[in-house]
């Protein structure tokens, strides 16, 4: 079991940057791959990116790429999402999750452990 907690959201404005983290339970952090999705008002989740167990290899959605960071500390059991260069339309929540998979998935449907996310707001 993994239980993830996210922090970090909040009001930025267009163009702005913004850094979200999550904080996992248990001892076998490292033995997870680990995604960021998020979930826009009256859409589907969408996958963001995700990070392999021991951090050597990332996926970003093409929307992201070049904007978004995403790393991990293991030794903090945390995972960490660096933002950049905001847009109003990624406005959303903002959730990470655990996978089994330990090179990472950007499928949803890979990732049983999920955290309560967190909210991001991109002003204009």
């Known amino acids: 079991q993994v239980q993830l907690v996210e922090s970090g959201g909040g009001l930025v404005q267009a163009g702005g940057s913004l850094s979200v983290s999550c904080v996992a339970s248990?001892?076998?952090?490292?033995?997870?791959?680990l995604g960021w999705f998020r979930q826009a008002e009256g859409k589907e989740r969408e996958f963001v990116a995700t990070?392999?167990?021991?951090?050597?290899?990332?996926l970003y959605a093409d929307s992201v790429k070049g904007r978004f960071t995403i790393s991990r500390d293991n030794a903090k059991n945390t995972v960490y999402l660096q933002m950049n260069n905001l847009k109003r339309e990624e406005t959303a929540v903002y959730y990470c999750?655990?996978?089994?998979?330990?090179?990472?998935?950007?499928?949803?449907?890979?990732?049983?452990?999920w955290g309560q996310g967190t909210q991001v707001t991109v002003s204009s």
């Open positions: 990070i392999s167990a021991n951090g050597a290899s990332t």
């Open positions: 248990g001892r076998t952090f490292s033995m997870y791959g």
């Open positions: 999750a655990a996978t089994p998979a330990l090179g990472g998935s950007p499928k949803l449907s890979g990732y049983p452990y």
